[in-house]
């Protein structure tokens, strides 16, 4: 049983109105748990869902930790008690993919990270509580703070982009944009052995975050382009994160990658892109795609964080209530937020 009577949860219900609703505590399925959820982070998904309404019910909030109050009949893995977060299964061993040897995107495992699968929440982990499959609830290592768990899934986003980039050794990196996803994405290059970082971020704060985890080349969009050419004797960039989402970079981000080198996207752009098929096909780019992660993503990013090789406490700026959500979406939409992860207690 749960600790409550009831729970509250956030869910959108047109675009740009979200409303609060109370139903009776839930119970388990048989093969899910119930999470009592202690933070969920904000990302721009769940800004793009609110004014979009074009989400995935249980993605409208998917940066979730807390604590299982509950477990179903047939859960073996897990206990009450445990600390998990939001994350995904391992491959499932049946489906298509599974099946002509593809684990690494196991069908089953892109469906949860999606929220589409036949058992996925009604909503997210803005709530109170959450019940969930108890193969996406993952134990949290007894290292991490609660804060620290609530920042795992962009980490583990990041993780499984800079695995698929698969940096050599002493590359030359830039990453585009110093969000929180641009932040962490520069974090896991250095941890991969990127050899310079170079940051190119509008925002003076965001240059500043950068700053103080250590990147020295930090520079507004601007002087990207002259820094590099300088750093490389104007060969170019080895590997380049394009993390902005913003569909009008993806060629300008293509130029600046070395003939031979790997353009690897991260950002979600809402739009078309236009790109120039023959520079990439005449300069043998490789560009990489990256959504989500994988099972064993979070166990990789989780050990790096609790081995203080990765800092995810510091992008941390807030925490609000549910009832404060909504003026956040605006705050974060505005583009002028102080903000880099703001983090949702539901029991303020």
């Not at 409550?4 to 839930?26: F, I, K, L």
């Not at 609830?137 to 993780?159: G, H, K, N, R, Y």
């Not at 070395?258 to 096909?281: E, F, I, K």
């Amino acid at each position: 049983m749960t600790g409550t009577s009831e729970r509250r949860y956030v869910h959108v219900v047109a675009p740009g109105t979200a409303e609060t609703s109370v139903d009776a505590a839930p119970v388990p399925a048989p093969d899910g748990v119930v999470v009592d959820i202690r933070y969920c982070g904000i990302c721009a998904t769940d800004t793009h869902g609110y004014s979009s309404a074009a989400l995935p019910p249980a993605v409208f909030g998917h940066e979730w930790t807390g604590t299982i109050s509950a477990v179903g009949e047939n859960v073996t893995t897990l206990r009450v008690g445990q600390r998990v977060v939001a994350g995904v299964g391992p491959a499932c061993g049946v489906c298509a993919q599974c099946g002509a040897g593809h684990a690494a995107h196991c069908d089953l495992a892109f469906a949860e990270a999606n929220g589409i699968t036949d058992d996925a929440p009604a909503h997210g982990g803005f709530a109170t509580t959450l019940t969930v499959s108890a193969r996406r609830a993952i134990p949290v290592l007894d290292a991490l703070s609660d804060e620290e768990a609530a920042l795992m899934e962009p980490a583990t986003v990041t993780f499984h982009a800079v695995k698929r980039a698969a940096i050599t050794l002493g590359s030359t990196v830039v990453v585009q944009g110093a969000g929180p996803i641009g932040l962490l994405t520069a974090q896991h290059a250095r941890t991969a052995g990127a050899g310079r970082i170079l940051v190119s971020e509008p925002s003076s704060a965001r240059r500043t975050a950068a700053t103080d985890l250590g990147f020295t080349d930090v520079v507004e969009p601007a002087d990207l382009a002259a820094l590099l050419a300088d750093v490389t004797g104007g060969l170019g960039a080895d590997v380049l994160f394009e993390c902005t989402g913003v569909a009008a970079l993806m060629q300008p981000s293509a130029e600046l990658v070395r003939r031979g080198g790997t353009l690897a996207l991260l950002g979600y752009p809402g739009t078309d892109s236009s790109v120039s098929y023959g520079d990439w096909q005449s300069r043998e780019l490789t560009v990489i795609g990256s959504l989500a992660y994988s099972h064993e993503d979070f166990l990789g990013a989780m050990t790096l964080v609790a081995e203080g090789r990765i800092d995810v406490k510091s992008l941390h700026t807030g925490t609000i209530g549910l009832g404060e959500l909504v003026e956040m979406f605006a705050e974060l939409d505005s583009g002028t937020s102080r903000h880099a992860k703001v983090l949702v207690d539901p029991s303020r």
